[in-house]
Structures are given as structure tokens and as C-alpha cells.
């Protein structure tokens, strides 16, 4: 019986780890994202008004 409970822990303690490294994941693409957004409309701009 205990060793069940424990197989369980160790499932759920994982569940978290893989949904918290998705979410890390999924955030850093976004952040990715809009950084090089950032980085193509200053440089579009500075080409742009030069």
C-alpha cells in the first residue's frame, strides 16, 4: 500500500515539473517573440527616418 502511495507522489510531483517546464516553454517563446519584434521595428524605424 505505501509502495503505491509513493509511485503516486512521484507521478504527481512529475505532472508538476512538466507542466511548470511547458508553461517556461510556452513564456519564453512569447518573450522571444515580442523581443524580436522589439528589435525589427527599431530597426525599420532607424532605416526608415535615416
Same mark, same amino acid.
Given at each position: 500500500?505505501?509502495? =503505491?502511495?509513493?509511485? *503516486? /507522489?512521484?507521478?504527481? /510531483?512529475? +505532472?508538476?515539473?512538466?507542466? %511548470? #517546464?511547458?508553461? #517556461?516553454?510556452?513564456? #519564453? &517563446?512569447?518573450? !522571444? *517573440? &515580442?523581443? +524580436? +519584434?522589439? !528589435? /525589427?521595428? =527599431?530597426? %525599420?524605424?532607424?532605416? &526608415? %527616418? =535615416?
Amino acid at each position: 500500500m505505501s509502495y =503505491e502511495t509513493s509511485i *503516486e /507522489r512521484i507521478i504527481k /510531483r512529475d +505532472r508538476t515539473i512538466i507542466i %511548470f #517546464g511547458l508553461i #517556461g516553454i510556452i513564456l #519564453g &517563446v512569447i518573450l !522571444n *517573440e &515580442v523581443f +524580436r +519584434r522589439k !528589435n /525589427r521595428i =527599431e530597426s %525599420f524605424a532607424s532605416t &526608415v %527616418f =535615416e
